[in-house]
């Protein structure tokens, strides 16, 4: 029997480690031989859920095909975003809550998107449509993946189906669903023992917006003033991966999750796409995105209009 590589996107978060955790677990049970691995190391956050409920990160890879033929993805769809071979190997699964974007294959597959919170939600669902236990940690990492997307279920993205989810998990994980999340946010908030290289790449993804390469980024944070203090490094370091992947924009979201709502900087040439997509100036390669909270909901779509439109 093959066995599957299971992985989430580039730059993993909570979502993209612990739905490969998840699933791969759900094909060993459905008669499969599944690892979970990652494309890049844990951020704070998921390094907090992942000692709290005591797993081991998934192993680092940069390649697949030298060691399967067969792969699943979760958590995303886009090419850009996967594993640098993945023109090698067979994907065979894909479950995901994003847009299908550059995505195809030369064989049918099992695919499964929802328009819901999270991947772990909609792994949960399979879990119950196959009548299947979640282990106590598993269900710790799979809450913690929703809590992560959905900024405890106050993003644009949740639906009523995340939250009886969440709540399901909670219990199974045996924590309280709203002191956890919040400690879980408040780890992934402390950014001051991470370099400005890692604020910019730690949750960033490349999209291809009408022939144009354009890049997002999003750190979580209390309160701005902070990560303010650190602007001009931040800017060099976008700039400098904008020369180095000619990316036509690199824009930087960064949320404060506590008062939901979000200020962007801004590198690259494209400086007028996002000015025509939040109808708001850019001042000194900053821009206020009020109420903005959801990448996948509040800023890839409207990009997208304004690249479409060119």
């Known amino acids: 029997m093959s066995k599957y590589l299971v992985f ?36 704070s956050e998921t390094a907090y859920a992942l000692n709290h409920f005591s797993l081991e ?8 095909a030298n060691e399967v033929e067969h792969v699943a993805l979760v958590d995303h769809n886009e090419p850009q975003q996967s594993v640098a071979d993945l023109a090698d190997v067979t994907v065979d699964y894909v479950v995901d809550h994003h847009r299908i974007s550059g995505f195809n294959t030369a064989n049918p597959l099992f695919y499964r998107a929802e328009p819901i919170g999270s991947t772990c939600s909609v ?27 959905t900024l405890l279920l ?6 009523s189906q995340d939250k009886d989810i969440a709540e399901a998990l909670a219990k199974i994980a045996n924590v309280d669903l709203q002191a956890y999340g919040i400690d879980m946010l408040k780890a992934s908030a402390d950014i001051s023992q991470q370099s400005d290289a890692e604020l910019v790449n730690s949750d960033a993804k490349s999209f291809e917006l009408n022939g144009h390469n354009v890049r997002i980024g999003q750190v979580n944070v209390i309160g701005f003033e ?17 020369k180095d992947n000619d990316f036509n924009l690199f824009l930087l979201v960064i949320t404060d999750i506590l008062e939901n709502d979000s200020i962007g900087l801004v ?24 109420g903005v909270v959801s990448r996948k909901k509040q800023v890839v779509p409207p990009l997208t209009d304004a690249y479409d439109a060119l």
Do not use: C
């Open 267 to 290: 590198a690259g040439e494209n400086h007028a796409m996002v000015t025509e997509a939040f109808d708001a100036e850019i001042t000194d390669a900053q821009i206020d995105l009020p």
């Open 123 to 149: 792994i949960y669902k399979m879990f119950t449509e196959q009548d299947i236990d979640i282990p106590q940690s598993i269900a710790g990492i799979m809450l913690s993946a929703i809590i992560s997307d």
């Open 8 to 43: 989430g996107h580039q730059n993993p978060d909570t979502d993209a480690i612990g739905s490969a955790i998840a699933f791969s677990y759900y094909l060993e049970r459905t008669g499969n031989t599944a690892e979970p691995v990652a494309l890049g190391e844990p951020n």
């Open 226 to 242: 902070d990560i303010l203090e650190r602007k001009a490094g931040l800017l060099n370091v976008m700039e400098s991966e904008v």
């Open 57 to 64: 990160a998934p192993r680092v890879v940069e390649t697949v």
């Open 154 to 159: 106050k993003s644009p993205t949740t639906t």
